[in-house]
């Protein structure tokens, strides 16, 4: 445990795990890591509001506890990148478990809010949905705004997503607006999405609702409203 991190005083697994990775920007840190090896520039640019001072803090402190190392390039340049330790890796599955639960209370982007090339990436791992992808074997590009581009392929339960075009893509799908997020968390049906432009896609047209299957952001439970009572 890093000897700057505030302590909570409590012999527990979970206070311990927040102690490690519980300060701000830290799950963040990860998120972008888990994608691979970053240079601090890089993290810079996926974490475009963090001070540098608390980059540098966030990474000496996780370096510190085990879960990130510094690793120096084979190449020319002889430049250091970050990377997830092994122990690091083990928390792919919690971050994007969170992510799912944290994107249940998502509503619409905000003016100010960014989303990121990464965060696009991350967010199809996040939403992919494994037992519904059993036997599929399918490709998708996906367009966000500003020229954002994206890839899925998913084989028999597997994914790989990454940044870029994808030639052999069974869909190319261009959301308008929020609606990608409607199509995910159900509220838009693929037939409803494409008849009103909400969403252009080239290729088969089933492939999208295919794709509202295979990523999918499930619903909320209702907020329970004043006292509750037994």
């Not at 090896?37 to 540098?52: A, S, Y």
């Not at 970050?82 to 982007?109: A, C, K, N």
């Not at 199809?124 to 890839?151: I, R």
Request: charged share 20%; aromatic share 6%.
């Amino acid at each position: 445990m890093p000897t700057s991190a505030r302590t909570y005083g409590q012999f527990c697994g979970l206070a311990r795990a927040l102690e490690i990775v519980g300060e701000r920007w830290s799950l963040l840190v990860v998120r972008d890591l888990m994608l691979g090896p970053k240079r601090f520039t890089d993290l810079q640019r996926t974490l475009p509001r963090i001070p540098v001072s608390i980059l540098t803090s966030r990474l000496n402190e996780l370096e510190e506890s085990g879960v990130v190392r510094r690793r120096v390039l084979s190449q020319l340049d002889g430049g250091i990148v970050y990377e997830l330790t092994e122990y690091g890796t083990e928390l792919d599955h919690i971050v994007l478990d969170l992510g799912l639960w944290g994107s249940r209370s998502l509503t619409y982007p905000k003016p100010d809010e960014v989303f990121t090339l990464d965060t696009a990436i991350i967010s199809l791992y996040t939403t992919f949905q494994e037992e519904a992808a059993s036997g599929v074997h399918v490709n998708y590009e996906l367009h966000h705004p500003g020229d954002m581009v994206v890839h899925a392929m998913v084989d028999d339960g597997a994914l790989k997503a990454s940044a870029g075009a994808l030639p052999a893509a069974d869909l190319v799908i261009e959301p308008q607006g929020p609606a990608l997020l409607d199509l995910l968390n159900g509220s838009l049906s693929a037939p409803d999405a494409i008849a009103s432009g909400k969403v252009r896609v080239e290729g088969d047209p089933a492939h999208l609702d295919l794709f509202t299957r295979l990523f999918r952001v499930p619903p909320a439970p209702d907020r329970p409203t004043g006292l509750v009572a037994h």
